[in-house]
């Protein structure tokens, strides 16, 4: 079955390091989005691409916080520097073209869980 | 105010019980109301597509929509431990809109 793929699955850093969050999303699927979710609360998004092409960044905190899909398939998310309050769960969600934007439905990815300290 | 109020919970109940699950919302644009399963350490995944209001049905799961009360509902009949997740309603006012999420209801079902 395919799957959104993500890496790393854990991240501890220290507060002002870099850090970077990469997502494969499933073959094919046109949208792929970045959501943040802080511990006890829902998602919330943070970049939606249509294939390479930013759709809507306007949650992204674009003084730390930046994402690319160069290809329109794969994507990264870096923060720079981070923060003790990005201490969350990034999980990147793709959807196909069209159908996603209808239905809602997005394939999530078991997310990135960052730590800072 | 939030645009999506969700009970956090937690909900704990025996096995076989009926669940209900519930999530109120401000903006009368809204017209996509799904929910999502979210196990522990796990993304989100969809359970639940409804279009405007009504109710749809899938095995064990009913979810409801009442518009004119800006009120949805997840029903989960003869609940099984497995159902146990975070349950997270969600909705846009249309098809090029971003989802608005609530904070989820953690649901415990006991053997």
């Known amino acids: 079955e395919a799957e959104v793929a993500q890496s790393p699955r854990y991240k501890i850093t220290e507060k002002s390091q870099a850090v970077a969050f990469w997502c494969d999303p499933i073959?094919?699927?046109?949208?792929l989005y970045w959501y943040r979710q802080i511990l006890g609360q829902g998602p919330e998004l943070l970049v939606q691409?249509?294939?390479?092409?930013?759709?809507?960044d306007s949650q992204l905190p674009k003084d730390r916080f930046s994402a690319e899909r160069l290809k329109g398939v794969d994507s990264t998310l870096k923060i720079q520097p981070a923060e003790l309050g990005d201490s969350a769960m990034y999980l990147c969600a793709s959807s196909p073209r069209g159908s996603g934007l209808n239905t809602g439905e997005l394939f999530f990815g078991e997310g990135s869980r960052l730590t800072v300290l | 105010q939030k645009e999506v109020e969700q009970d956090p919970g937690p909900l704990s109940v025996p096995e076989g019980a009926i669940v209900s699950l519930n999530c109120t919302y401000s903006?009368?644009?809204?017209?996509?109301f799904m929910w999502y399963r979210q196990y522990s350490r796990k993304g989100p995944e969809l359970l639940m597509y409804t279009y405007s209001s009504g109710n749809k049905e899938d095995g064990r799961f009913t979810a409801q929509v009442d518009k004119s009360s800006k009120y949805i509902s997840l029903f989960i009949r003869d609940s099984q431990p497995s159902d146990s997740a975070t349950y997270l309603c969600?909705?846009?006012?249309?098809?090029?809109?971003?989802?608005?999420f609530g904070k989820g209801t953690l649901l415990t079902v006991n053997p």
């Open positions: 969600a909705m846009k006012p249309g098809s090029n809109y971003k989802l608005t």
């Open positions: 903006n009368s644009a809204f017209q996509y």
């Open positions: 073959s094919g699927h046109a949208t």
């Open positions: 691409f249509q294939d390479e092409s930013v759709v809507d």
